[in-house]
């Protein structure tokens, strides 16, 4: 038999939501004002109108919404739209990943937000969100990936503090805070950032004798930014548990607002082990996986692990995913070749305090911001001078036994790539006339996926490379004689 739902009456402010601060909240704070001065705006009549509309559309849209599940429980079908009707079909196979969340005001009202992803879904954002009634999702949750014989690991406080600290940014809390402040201050009807920046403002004068008032305003403002993401990072990851079955694994986060994410093994299109500045300084490291269709806001990728040590996370990941960890890489940039790695870090190390010098003379006002500048420079390229030290001794790649790996650093992080030789979609082979010396090339290796997640391995040996292709693809070597 079949079993057909329909969506939660919460939809109705999910469909309302695009209109919420350019018409709803205008004719809120209208009647608000119209109750209590008794004063009647005329354009109040045009934003009743309006919004009566936007509430018909959202209404109707409700109530053609569908869910349904075959009697096999093998095929799922959504219909929804209102001018133009839409159904689509999927089958249960298809499903790569769904999640489910619930917070305080859905728990309140008996609702659960449900997203379902599949392999061939839009990049950055799920193919189909929807909120509906607890039983009926319980009811449908039989066509679902579910994890069997799992295993259940739960992360300490002290690791979530630990992933917080390192993967928080002052960008990603400049990208969260700001607009919660615009829409903040739109609700509330005053300047809240106002505020804020003249107690920034107070706070940088006090220093102004030891530091440039502006350092102090930019240092202040990261900082905000970044303590914000830290905060932020922590109380949506509190809870953090993962559940490893035989074919799926479940992600299990949040105490407030619950989210819990399944996805199936087959579905991950590689497992990425990263270690940031601040994961560097603690020795620890954390596991990500990049699932096909998964869309979150930042992209594909999943925190499995939140922090651990290189033994442990291997351990995690020859348990979970079965992939063993080369003792040796099998291409490996040649003994002698450090001074590639260290070429432009040394050039704009010497560079950077000429130009800032020169730049001074010609503006002795912003003298005492440029040194700043340039001390901050000169300590990124003490650390890209670590990082291609690390790439000459630890760097490399291997293909073989249907597996890939390799080690590299990006963005000032160092990554370890593991996934299926097959999910390789493209390699690019570069050589620069000075790299023919040595010989040495450049690899970029882009795995299939949405996001096309790729890793840049530098100044390897292009015989080694040479030879793996001969063994791996049939290349014959006199192809790489460049």
């Given at each position: 038999m079949k079993r057909e739902v329909r969506g939660h009456p919460l939809m109705i402010l999910d469909y309302l939501y695009p209109y919420l601060f350019l018409l709803i909240l205008p004719t809120i704070r209208g009647l608000i004002h119209f109750f209590r001065t008794g004063q009647y705006d005329k354009l109040l009549n045009g934003e009743i109108l309006a919004f009566a509309l936007a509430l018909a559309v959202a209404l109707l849209k409700w109530r053609n919404f569908r869910l349904t599940v075959d009697e096999n429980y093998s095929m799922l079908r959504i219909r929804y739209g209102l001018f133009y009707r839409h159904e689509s079909i999927i089958r249960q196979d298809r499903i790569s990943c769904y999640s489910s969340e619930r917070n305080p005001v859905l728990s309140l009202l008996s609702a659960v937000t449900f997203k379902i992803d599949t392999e061939a879904g839009r990049n950055g954002k799920a193919d189909f969100s929807f909120k509906l009634y607890a039983r009926d999702f319980r009811s449908i949750a039989r066509i679902l990936p579910v994890t069997t014989n799992s295993a259940t690991h739960r992360t300490p406080f002290s690791k979530l503090l630990i992933m917080s600290a390192a993967t928080s940014s002052a960008v990603s809390g400049i990208l969260i805070g700001v607009p919660l402040l615009n829409n903040a201050a739109k609700l509330f009807g005053f300047g809240l950032q106002e505020l804020i920046f003249a107690q920034i403002n107070?706070?940088?004068?006090?220093?102004?004798?030891?530091?440039?008032?502006?350092?102090?305003?930019?240092?202040?403002?990261?900082?905000?930014?970044?303590?914000?993401?830290?905060?932020?990072?922590?109380?949506?990851?509190?809870?953090?548990?993962?559940?490893?079955?035989?074919?799926?694994?479940?992600?299990?986060?949040?105490?407030?607002?619950?989210?819990?994410?399944?996805?199936?093994?087959?579905?991950?299109?590689?497992?990425?082990?990263?270690?940031?500045?601040?994961?560097?300084?603690?020795?620890?490291?954390?596991?990500?996986?990049?699932?096909?269709?998964?869309?979150?806001?930042?992209?594909?990728?999943?925190?499995?692990?939140?922090?651990?040590?290189?033994?442990?996370?291997?351990?995690?990941?020859?348990?979970?995913?079965?992939?063993?960890?080369?003792?040796?890489?099998?291409?490996?940039?040649?003994?002698?070749?450090?001074?590639?790695?260290?070429?432009?870090?040394?050039?704009?190390?010497?560079?950077?305090?000429?130009?800032?010098?020169?730049?001074?003379?010609?503006?002795?006002?912003?003298?005492?911001?440029?040194?700043?500048?340039?001390?901050?420079?000169?300590?990124?390229?003490?650390?890209?001078?670590?990082?291609?030290?690390?790439?000459?001794?630890?760097?490399?790649?291997?293909?073989?036994?249907?597996?890939?790996?390799?080690?590299?650093?990006?963005?000032?992080?160092?990554?370890?790539?593991?996934?299926?030789?097959?999910?390789?979609?493209?390699?690019?082979?570069?050589?620069?006339?000075?790299?023919?010396?040595?010989?040495?090339?450049?690899?970029?290796?882009?795995?299939?996926?949405?996001?096309?997640?790729?890793i840049y391995v530098r100044h390897l040996s292009l015989d080694s490379m040479a030879s793996l292709f001969e063994r791996e693809y049939q290349v014959p070597k006199n192809c790489f004689n460049l």
């Open positions: 107070d706070v940088s004068n006090r220093f102004s004798r030891y530091i440039p008032p502006i350092v102090n305003v930019i240092t202040l403002i990261f900082l905000a930014a970044y303590l914000f993401s830290f905060f932020y990072t922590l109380f949506r990851n509190l809870n953090f548990r993962v559940r490893v079955g035989r074919e799926d694994i479940s992600v299990r986060a949040g105490i407030l607002s619950r989210r819990e994410t399944t996805f199936k093994k087959s579905a991950v299109n590689n497992v990425v082990i990263q270690q940031s500045f601040v994961l560097r300084m603690i020795r620890h490291y954390v596991l990500k996986v990049s699932i096909a269709g998964y869309s979150e806001k930042k992209g594909e990728n999943a925190v499995l692990i939140p922090a651990a040590r290189r033994q442990e996370m291997r351990k995690q990941l020859t348990s979970m995913f079965y992939y063993k960890p080369p003792q040796n890489y099998a291409v490996r940039p040649p003994i002698g070749s450090l001074g590639r790695f260290l070429l432009w870090p040394s050039i704009w190390f010497v560079l950077i305090p000429v130009l800032t010098l020169l730049i001074a003379d010609f503006l002795p006002a912003f003298r005492e911001l440029l040194l700043f500048l340039m001390f901050a420079l000169m300590i990124l390229l003490l650390y890209a001078m670590t990082l291609g030290i690390n790439n000459y001794r630890y760097g490399g790649l291997s293909l073989g036994n249907g597996q890939f790996s390799a080690h590299a650093s990006r963005r000032f992080s160092i990554r370890e790539l593991y996934c299926d030789s097959e999910k390789i979609g493209c390699w690019r082979i570069r050589c620069f006339p000075a790299d023919l010396r040595t010989p040495i090339c450049k690899v970029r290796i882009t795995i299939r996926s949405e996001s096309a997640e790729s």
